[in-house]
């Protein structure tokens, strides 16, 4: 079981770590390890493409971990692709994350454990970054549904995934098929909780479920019909419904 975080000041900003994992890796608690340079060096980076983030594959193969550097989206993002106003620490959009994925990894969901967590300050702004376990042998449902068609049960599966979140009162943000992870035996695990919180139940479950639906549309609109199609919803909903 992971201990709590462990707050490190730095020379120039604030880790949020856990002790084990940076340990066990064998590596010190620096603001080196959220610089992609750092693991270059190491020949331990490796790009990972999709979503707005910058976002890298790094660590060695038996400590396998993505890290990710907070990028804004939209129309902000056009005066400032990386910086977010300073409204405390505990509003750090990297540590709120932090702290929500070890909430759930504790309660067993199929989530990317988190390793480290950092900001540096520069006046009424700072920049974030997050280190999380990769979880291992996956791909995208995106990827997966380029590839070829799903099987019946693994659209219940990722119904179920996603069922299992919300009884847990888990509001993922950006719930989308670049964000759901699919593994051997028919696993599913679901990554990237950025301004996700835990909330009591509502209308919020619905509009998860209905970003999903669209992130599927857009992609599969240059794909093969059967690839997805309003069947496969549906069987994705009785998952979420019979869980």
């Not at 790009?47 to 060695?60: D, H, L, T």
């Not at 709120?96 to 967590?117: C, D, I, N, T």
Request: charged residues 25%.
């Amino acid at each position: 079981m992971m201990k709590g975080g462990q707050r490190i000041a730095t020379a120039t900003g604030v880790m949020l770590a856990d002790p084990d994992g940076i340990g066990n890796a064998r590596l010190g608690a620096s603001e080196a390890l959220f610089d992609p340079k750092f693991w270059q060096s190491r020949g331990e980076l490796a790009a990972v493409s999709g979503g707005r983030g910058s976002a890298w594959f790094v660590g060695s193969a038996a400590n396998p971990w993505v890290l990710r550097h907070y990028r804004r989206g939209g129309f902000i993002a056009r005066i400032s692709e990386d910086r977010y106003w300073w409204s405390g620490e505990e509003r750090v959009r990297s540590f709120a994350e932090w702290r929500l994925l070890l909430k759930l990894a504790q309660r067993g969901l199929s989530v990317p454990k988190p390793v480290a967590a950092f900001y540096r300050r520069d006046g009424l702004t700072y920049r974030c970054d997050l280190i999380t376990e990769r979880i291992a042998h996956t791909q995208s449902l995106s990827a997966v549904l380029g590839a070829g068609p799903l099987a019946e049960s693994s659209w219940r599966a990722i119904g179920v995934a996603i069922a299992r979140l919300h009884r847990e009162g888990v509001d993922h943000a950006d719930l989308n098929a670049h964000n759901i992870l699919l593994g051997p035996g028919g696993r599913v695990s679901i990554v990237d909780f950025d301004r996700g919180r835990v909330r009591e139940p509502g209308a919020w479950t619905a509009r998860n479920l209905e970003r999903l639906k669209r992130s599927l549309e857009k992609i599969s609109a240059t794909l093969p019909p059967e690839r997805f199609a309003l069947a496969h919803w549906n069987e994705l909903l009785a998952g979420y419904q019979a869980d």
